[in-house]
């Protein structure tokens, strides 16, 4: 679908998309705010997923646990309309920087999924690291917004 990976020198410095998906047939995309450049989320677009994003210019991502693409909002209204695109040096990496408007990116309610933070320092068991919650507030309710409709990640 994309550009056959063919030499180092067209990777890296040329100007036609080439992406490594991995073994998987995967690549992943960290997703930014664009106006505050929070990081909302990280997943991953296979070629379907990628092609679908860049044509629509909404973001579309490729769910493993459901093993189908999914456009992301479809079910929450929050859509991420992609403001910009990038792809890293060699290709096997994807940033996105998109416009949510006053919505979430996250299906637990909060704008981020990067909503918890791991406190730092000397660890002395490992099994008791403490996270604080960094949003406070919900965007939407899960429970209002999923009901009836298929868990949007499983354990």
Known sequence: MFKKRENVAD??????????????GLIPVITTDFKTKEVLMQGFMNSEALKKTIETKEAHYWS?????????GETSG??????EMRID????????????????SCHVGYKSCFYRSITLGKIE??????????EKKKKFDPEVVYKNKPNPTKI
């Not at 929050?78 to 403001?83: G, L, N, R, S």
């Open 11 to 24: 990777i890296e410095e040329g100007n036609l998309l080439s992406p490594k998906f991995n073994n998987d």
């Open 64 to 72: 493993r646990s459901r093993k189908e693409v999914w456009h992301k």
């Open 78 to 83: 929050f859509v991420q309309k992609v403001v």
């Open 89 to 104: 040096d060699d290709q096997d990496s994807i940033w996105m920087s998109v416009d949510i408007g006053d919505g979430a």
């Open 125 to 134: 068991n490992t099994e008791k690291v403490k996270i604080d919650f960094k």
